[in-house]
């Protein structure tokens, strides 16, 4: 391995078992097979894992295989990326450079980068969670398949000065009842599905290191529920018609605070045939329940919320008979500071709180395969903590909108490190202890 901490040697030990791990991961009994094995993980959020590989100036190859190292290294076996980033490159909070800069043209370079990430990760025994959309305009999704379409102006959210989450949401919902928009999204699925990846040959629809492909990132209904369930339908079918051998998701928050303003329903999101397991996100100062200048009156307010919301998800999972992964959650450094250096005593507790959680529930038997960590910086810095990202700056796990640094996890945060290590090695084993899912 080109990257070792030695406090992380019993993660190295776990990561040379999961190498062998080849076949495609199923969904069973509410949990998670690989090669017929029980399969639980804790993983991390990489989403610009496909910018790092691409081919030429852009891309970072040399980065993403000193990540990937360290990822394994940690115990991880599971990352969640984005393969879809859409939109004109003078559009304002964008991931750059995108895939798709006009409708049903695409970058080759990013294609290759996501080709080779896809490789790097299956010589490191992982498996990929493959995002196709976003709700968020961070990097285009919806909004820009709208604007294409013959919408009118994206109203951006902040920090676009004046900018409103309500009115862009409401922009934004319209997406599923737009047939031109959804159909131009959908030819992006046909093309990813039919791809064949130029340096292993593996056709992606035959490539067991993707585990799943998701709908989108954090899609909502709005008002426009009806519309949204025909899309969560029809584009979980299309993907399913096009690779019967991956698993399907729909890349949901889960239900939020405020299920009704945002239009979702777990049960009901994810009781499609096409849809194999259900997806929450946990965001304890987005919504309100902590305060980093507030930390002795806040924090066990939000230990309890995420608590609450988890087994309220667990047990709607239990309903539908399918696995739940908790595939984003994050906490700011001490005091809310976007300064790489600042400690994390706060964020290692809450870690640890989320963590239980998980670990508990596969103990008990309970339908919950994994989680996954927002977001992995690893080497990079942003080039002024707390701004905002702009070309050619380092990728550090805060999209382009947000404050650099606010949920970025470094590799200098050991003793983040050390819990991420330590509960990966406990999920892993205590999954391995589960019968399998077809026993009575």
Known sequence: MRYVWPMLACAITLHAETTSASGFVRAAGGRFQ????????????????????????????????????????????????????????????????????????????????????????????????????????????????????????????????????????????????????????????????????????????????????????????????????RWIERTSGLMKSLDAQHLVTTGSEGETPWPHASGLDVVTNHRFSSIDYVTAHVWPQNWGWYDPARPRETYEVAVREMRSYLQRHIEKARILGKPLVVEEFGFPRDAGSHDPGATTTARDRYYRAVFDVVLDAVRAGAPVGGVNVWAWAGEGRPRRAGGLWQRNDPFIGDPPHEAQGWYGIYDTDHSTLRVIADYARQIALDSRRLPDASTP
């Open 34 to 229: 690989r090669d017929g094995k029980p399969y639980t993980f804790l993983g991390a959020n990489f989403w610009y894992g496909m910018n790092l590989g691409a081919e030429g100036p852009s891309g970072n190859r040399e980065r993403l295989s000193r990540e990937l190292d360290r990822l394994a290294a940690l115990g991880m076996t599971n990352l969640r990326i984005l393969a879809a980033t859409e939109g004109p490159e003078s559009a304002p909070w964008r991931i750059l450079p995108v895939l798709q800069p006009s409708p049903r043209e695409y970058r080759e370079e990013l294609l290759l980068g996501l080709d080779f990430l896809l490789k790097e990760m299956k010589t490191r025994g992982m498996v990929a969670m493959v995002c196709l959309n976003n709700f968020w305009p961070w990097s285009g999704g919806m909004a820009q398949y709208l604007r294409w379409s013959g919408a009118g102006p994206i109203p951006y959210p902040p920090p676009e000065p004046g900018g409103s989450w309500g009115a862009y949401q409401a922009y934004t919902e319209a997406f599923y009842s737009n047939p031109a928009a959804v159909e131009a999204s959908h030819d992006l699925v046909r093309m990813l599905l039919s791809r064949t990846n130029r340096y292993t040959g593996v056709r992606y629809a035959d490539d067991p290191t993707i585990m799943a492909w998701e709908l989108a990132n954090e899609p909502r209904g709005g008002t426009n529920v009806e519309a949204f369930h």
